[in-house]
């Protein structure tokens, strides 16, 4: 069993930074893959970004490409979303997700076993 805790969202500014943490504890996050999800209220849950476990390949939804960074430090068991250029659009609880599997990583909900409870993220002037 794992447990993700998520945190470092808050409001900013459009055109600000943030960078999101996904601790996790239960097992060592070196062989599952980590997605990072959203959901603004309204919308269904929509995949933003994922690494795997081999490999770190990774993949980014259209909308945060060229804005957004995946990262994962298996040594202190934490994954990372850096969101860079934010917009009023990305504003969203915003999920950590993994499942134990190489490679390569889900961009679908349905992808992942363990989620955390969300971070809030708000881009507002």
């Known amino acids: 069993q794992v447990q993700l805790v998520e945190s470092g969202g808050g409001l900013v500014q459009p055109g600000g930074s943030l960078r999101l943490s996904c601790a996790a504890s239960?097992?060592?996050?070196?062989?599952?893959?980590i997605g990072w999800f959203r959901q603004a209220p309204g919308k269904e849950r929509e995949g933003v970004s994922c690494i795997s476990a081999s490999k770190g390949s990774t993949y980014y939804a259209d909308s945060v490409k060229g804005r957004f960074t995946i990262s994962r430090d298996n040594a202190n068991n934490t994954a990372y979303l850096q969101m860079n250029s934010l917009k009023p659009e990305d504003t969203a609880v915003y999920h950590c997700?993994?499942?134990?599997?190489?490679?390569?990583?889900?961009?679908?909900?349905?992808?992942?076993?363990?989620w955390g409870q969300g971070t809030q993220v708000t881009v507002s002037s």
């Open positions: 239960g097992d060592t996050l070196d062989y599952y893959a």
């Open positions: 997700a993994t499942a134990r599997v190489g490679w390569p990583c889900g961009s679908k909900p349905n992808d992942y076993d363990y």
